[in-house]
Every structure is written in C-alpha cells, then in structure tokens.
C-alpha cells in the first residue's frame, strides 16, 4: 500500500466500489424468511447472484422471485443444513449453476425456548444439530471450494446470546448453541487466514421478525427490551443489511475472527 491509495483509492477503486459484489455468487443459508430474507437481498443488491437456501423450497422460491423482479439472478435450493448430504449437494449446485461460489452467509437455526429443566435430550440435540453441527457442516463444504480457489468470505449468524445471558429468554440450550457458533467461527479464522479465506460471525441482538412477531413466549419481549437498549428500539432486519455486505466484500479483507454485534447497544450495561 502507499499513500496515493488513500487518494485514489485501493487499487484505484472507491470504498464504496470495493463493497460491491459483482460477479461473485453467494448462498444464503435459512433465506427464507427473516434475518435471511433481508441478507439476500443485500448481497443481490451489491451485484451478487445469490443461492436463496431454506429447508421449505416455496419459501426459497418465493425469496428468489422477489431478487429476481430486483434483476437479480438468483438460485432457489431446498437443504437441511443438519444433513451432511444435503448441504453437499447443495454447494454442487451452487458452484455449478451459478459458476463458484465465493460467498457464504450460514444463517440457519432454530430457537425451541424452553426452561433448562424442561428441555429433553432430542430438543437440545436438534438445536445443536442446526445452529452449530449445521454450521460446521456449511462451513466445512463451503471451505472446501474456497480453499482450492484461495479466495472466501464465510459469515456465521451468532447471537448476543453467545456471551450474554438475554433475560428473561429460558434458552439453554440456543445460548451454548451460538457460543459455539463464535468459537467455531475463531478457530476456522485462525486455520484459513493464510490461505485467503475469512470467516466472520455478527451476533444479532433482538430483532423483529415474524418468528417474534408470532410467538406468545417471545412477542412479549418486544416491548420488555425497550427498557435494556439504549437506542430505544427493537433491531429490524434492515440494521444488520450493511454489515453482511461489509463481510462479504473485499472491504473487510483485513478482518477474520470476528465477531461483530449488531444490538442497538443492548450488551453496553
């Protein structure tokens, strides 16, 4: 670097430029709804072509006809992200149809909220298998492509609840889920970082989503949280848009292992 790439930017391109994704293709992972739906859209936005992945193929499809009336080219999949042979099958697909895949956002998961004394063996086995095994399993297929290209950006959905205990949420078993998310998302920096693949996690804190919106348990929470937050409202979908296209971009080539919240300053007290 010298001083004349602050003045003409690095390799002769905008900061805004750096951010764009043209030509590159990216999967989304849970894009069916929610968080992931607003991912999608980024991406595309940013000139990706995106692979909308969830486990209810309408849901995919309904997502990819909405980036595709944006002009965006965009791939619809049905995997289960628990299931090694189908998020293999998944990155073929990805990498054939839409010619590689240099971006990957591994959003899925499930939350089933219980109190610690009631969750049974096969709830907390499902939300390991998803938030974390599936993570794993997406990161290390993902990785793999990458690897032989020597080029990657992987981004992992963790949570606030990662490093903090969100009150009055009775969610063991999510918590621990998505402290390993971050942990996992550290240890694939530190292997993959000299050999040009990224691996960053955002930990989201309460946002509106129809899943909320929708539960007797957590729509309660909406109005409770306004009192812990120090910006006075929930987090929208939209809030954690220009961070996944930051991690997705060449902008953030010099950041791996991180793990960036997006709270609206809740984890400050």
């Given at each position: 670097m010298s001083a004349d790439d602050v003045y003409a930017g690095f390799g002769g391109r905008s900061i805004l430029d750096r951010m764009r994704l043209d030509g590159?293709?990216?999967l989304v992972t849970g894009a069916g709804q929610g968080i992931g739906?607003?991912?999608?859209?980024?991406?595309?936005?940013?000139g990706a072509s995106v692979a909308v992945i969830d486990k209810v193929h309408e849901r995919a499809e309904t997502v990819a006809a909405e980036l595709e009336?944006?002009?965006?080219?965009?791939?619809?999949?049905?995997?289960?992200v628990a299931d090694p042979d189908s998020v293999t099958a998944m990155v073929e697909r990805v990498t054939e149809e839409l010619g590689g895949l240099q971006v990957a956002i591994n959003n899925a998961g499930v939350?089933?909220?219980s109190a610690a004394e009631d969750t049974g063996r096969e709830e907390w086995d499902t939300t390991f298998a998803v938030n974390s095994r599936g993570v794993f399993i997406c990161c290390q297929a993902?990785?793999?492509?990458?690897?032989?290209r020597s080029y990657g950006k992987i981004v992992n959905t963790a949570s606030i609840a990662s490093f903090m205990v969100p009150h009055?949420?009775?969610?063991?078993?999510?918590?621990?889920?998505k402290a390993a998310v971050v942990q996992l998302?550290?240890?694939?920096?530190?292997?993959w970082a000299d050999r040009g693949v990224r691996v960053n996690s955002i930990s989201p804190g309460l946002i509106r989503t129809a899943l909320i919106e929708?539960?007797?348990l957590l729509r309660p929470l909406l109005d409770d949280s306004l009192q812990r937050i120090p910006l006075g409202r929930v987090g929208e979908v939209t809030d954690l848009q220009g961070a996944v296209v930051y991690l997705a971009s060449e902008a953030s080539d010099g950041m791996t292992g991180h793990n960036m919240v997006i709270d609206g300053g809740e984890t400050l007290w």
């Open positions: 590159r293709a990216a739906r607003a991912f999608a859209h980024a991406l595309g936005e940013a009336r944006k002009g965006i080219r965009a791939l619809p999949l049905a995997a289960d939350n089933p909220n993902e990785g793999r492509v990458m690897l032989r009055p949420q009775r969610q063991a078993a999510y918590n621990a889920s998302t550290r240890s694939l920096a530190a292997e929708e539960s007797d």
